[in-house]
């Protein structure tokens, strides 16, 4: 994924300042700016070590981001009714994670500091994102959304991919627990659901390739251990599950 920022008729040179630094932090660099109201050279005092993302700043129209593969926008502005499918929004986790698996260009679309984005101007976007707040004050700063947006898209631009146990060393694991559960005379109903268990398990732990290495050495030791000697005499009905 290419990710590209955009404000959109950005009038404060402050916000302006701050989402350039706020992309450094998480190392994006792309900043697009929609027929801006500010100045620059005031903003690049709000910009810290950032000044550079300032200085390569593009100016744009709106038409232009249609370039882009897809278009991700944000509003606070929640749908009222069923029918109001523009104002239909995700998480910013939800955003992320389908963006990780996502390999052309993206832009990231923040609206007006007073109004946000227009009808016309959602109608464009492929996907929309509203960071969930409080309803009594639902709408934050433009610097703050962008923080939170763009961490949670570094999760994934940052994670140490070779340090994740691949999907072969997990499956591994969940056949080695399965097998070790048959050997021990486990409950012929219960293994699908002991697999389940595990593979969840799995999934939530994210382990990385070392743990999922000696998880494997133990259950690989567990399993002729177990070849050795009788199968024990346990089904594994001392529970409910």
Do not use: W
């Amino acid at each position: 994924m290419r990710l590209s920022v955009a404000l959109v008729e950005p009038r404060y040179e402050v916000n302006v300042g701050h989402v350039a630094r706020v992309m450094a932090n998480f190392g994006f660099h792309d900043l697009l700016l929609v027929k801006p109201e500010v100045d620059l050279g005031k903003a690049r005092m709000f910009a810290s070590h950032a000044v550079s993302v300032l200085d390569d700043a593009k100016i744009c129209s709106f038409e232009d981001l249609r370039r882009f593969d897809y278009l991700v926008g944000t509003t606070a502005i929640f749908k009222v009714s069923p029918s109001n499918v523009l104002r239909s929004t995700v998480p910013p986790s939800f955003m992320a994670e389908e963006l990780s698996r996502f390999s052309g260009s993206v832009c990231l679309v923040f609206g007006r500091e007073t109004t946000g984005l227009t009808n016309e101007e959602l109608e464009a976007l492929d996907m929309v994102v509203s960071i969930y707040s409080a309803p009594s004050y639902p709408t934050l700063n433009i610097s703050h959304a962008a923080a939170i947006l763009l961490y949670e898209l570094s999760k994934h631009t940052f994670e140490d991919l070779d340090t994740v146990a691949n999907e072969e060393q997990r499956n591994r694991v969940v056949q080695y627990t399965v097998n070790l559960a048959k050997a021990l005379g486990y409950a012929e109903y219960k293994i699908p659901i002991v697999e389940t268990a595990v593979n969840r398990l799995i999934s939530r732990g994210r382990p990385s390739s070392r743990e999922a290495t000696l998880l494997l050495g133990l259950f690989r030791l567990a399993n002729r251990a177990v070849k050795t000697r009788p199968a024990a005499n346990d089904n594994g009905n001392d529970d409910d599950a």
